[in-house]
């Protein structure tokens, strides 16, 4: 059974950085594409990252495109969502996600879901 924990949330001021971690468990990750989700109050989840276990290759929403990344530690069984230069306009619940065999840009294609890490940016 997957699980997947995020960690690194917080409160930043507009123009700040946090990094998210998300620690996978449960399985061999290899055929999976590990991913980033945020939902602000009131608005639906939205894409915002994600990556192949085994190849590294990632997308980036277009939003946050220059200002994010999502990286992998293969050995840590771990993804991240560096995000830079925060806008206030990021603030949302980040959920980390998992799909098998490709990546997943919408929520219906998510096979497994995080419970959620709170970014706050204040203005």
Known sequence: QVQLVESGGGLVQ?????????????RTFSNYYMGWFRQAPGKEREFVAAISWSSGDTRHADSVK?????SRDNAKNTIYLQMNSLKPEDTAVYYCAARKFWFATTT??????????????SS
């Open 108 to 121: 219906y294609e998510v096979n497994n879901w995080g419970q959620g890490t709170q970014v706050t940016v």
């Open 66 to 70: 220059g200002r994010f990344t999502i």
């Open 14 to 26: 507009a123009g700040g950085s946090l990094r998210l971690s998300c620690a996978a468990s449960g």
